[in-house]
């Protein structure tokens, strides 16, 4: 089995968006994802001007045509738009999983004491 340049770089690319997304969260991650959007946005413009760039880019790489490339691409931001949306649904569910924990403690109020005796029973006979 012969690798080919784009099998490695695509691969290559999969892993680190597949660890960055999972263990990095927070503004700067946030970040890059926005500047990942602009970059993405950028190009697809640049490609709708100068559709013959993805021939380009797939002979640089080893791919046979340019809608090959572009289904390479389309696969790798379709994975991150995947783990990001997991990610951040898993992290909805904590943080609504915490707050109805917060909200049934709240709602249950204070912890009844325990009266001093034993409870006292009434006579059936008192009242008559």
Same mark, same amino acid.
């Given at each position: ?25 927070? @503004? $700067?991650?946030?970040? #890059?994802? =926005? ?6 946005? *950028?190009?697809? !413009?640049?490609?709708?001007? &100068? ?6 880019? @797939? $002979?640089?790489?080893? #791919?046979? =045509? ?6 390479? *691409?389309?696969? !790798?931001?379709?994975?991150? &738009? ?7 649904? $898993? ?12 909200? *049934? ?10 009266q001093a005796g034993p409870p006292q029973q009434e006579s059936p006979h008192a009242g008559s």
């Open positions: 089995m012969k690798i080919v340049l784009i099998q490695l770089v695509l691969i290559v690319v999969v892993v680190i968006t597949a660890v960055r997304l999972l263990r990095d969260r927070g @503004a $700067r991650t946030q970040a #890059v994802r =926005r500047l990942g959007l602009l970059l993405f946005a *950028a190009f697809a !413009v640049w490609s709708i001007l &100068f559709p013959t760039i993805w021939n380009h880019i @797939a $002979r640089l790489v080893g #791919v046979g =045509r340019g809608t090959d490339m572009v289904l390479y *691409a389309l696969v !790798v931001a379709f994975l991150s &738009f995947t783990l990001t949306t997991y990610v951040r649904f $898993r992290e909805l569910e904590t943080r609504y999983t915490k707050l109805a924990r917060r909200l *049934a403690l709240d709602e249950a109020g204070p912890p009844q004491l325990a």
